[in-house]
């Protein structure tokens, strides 16, 4: 039977902990039998959990043992993770065990030198974080989940659970695979990627060198901008404004204003019964057609399909 290890670490988030043990524990095959054993292995026989504390029978002499191991993410992902524990991931890793991560339970396989050199995905709020720290990791915040063979790492919260059963399908195939969906009472595929969650461009300027042009293009995006509009607001030359940009955001200034208006726009998808060209409009897009190609390049679904995701499909 297929063993799969769950890793409670000190300061482990509770959700990212129960979505294995529920989902791989309660997978069955045609006949009947568990698809899997289930452990759950701690550094110390209790771990703190946040509000929790959660009792473990095991120590991580336990990965040795299974075939695919679960790191859960931890409340405080920037704080180093035991020694032991990245000892003990590393070994299993070496041995040939499929590893697999939750929400910023990326942030531990990454310290553990597992990710250098891989694509990898974690919660959209700490893609960035994730990339600073260790930049021999190619982050991917738009993912639901990666697939790198051995290893695998998943984006936030629910996204663990299309994880899970990603690796189900992957190990008994499609019907067991339906089968603990349907257990789970969520979609065996969901459509899009972490991307539609994503908040662009937020209104809390974390500059004080371009905080007035980004409130200036907050209240100005959904008109007819350019960027010698923008460099004017600022009161800069273009060159002096594109420097600027890509060094405190990573961005153009003009990928910047696309990002505050998706955001508009999925503010008024999530909030009115506006029909696509009125939002395209209303928002700065020179045309419906211009709105649905950048909206879905930034979210990876359609602007109906937004709608349905977040107001439910009578909405829409």
Sequence with gaps: ???????ALPG???????TPVEVFGRARLPDGRPAYQVLVCGTEPVVEA???????????EALARADTVVVPGRIRPEDPAPEAALAALRAAAADGTRIASVCVGAFTLAEAGLLDGLRATTHWLAADALARRYPAV????????IDNGQILTSAGAAAGLDLCLHLVRRDHGVAVAADASRLSVTPLHRDGGQAQFILRNPPTFRTATLEPVLRWIEENAHTDLALADVAAAARTSVRTLNRRFHEETGQSPMQWITGVRIRHAQELLETTDYGVERIARQVGFPSPSTFRALFRRATGVTPSGYRVTFRGRDAA
């Design 1 to 7: 039977m297929h063993t799969v290890a769950v890793v």
């Design 12 to 18: 482990t988030i509770i959700f990212d902990l129960a």
């Design 50 to 60: 946040g509000p929790l504390r959660i009792g473990t029978d095991l120590g991580l």
């Design 138 to 145: 190619e982050v991917d915040a738009g993912s639901l989940y």
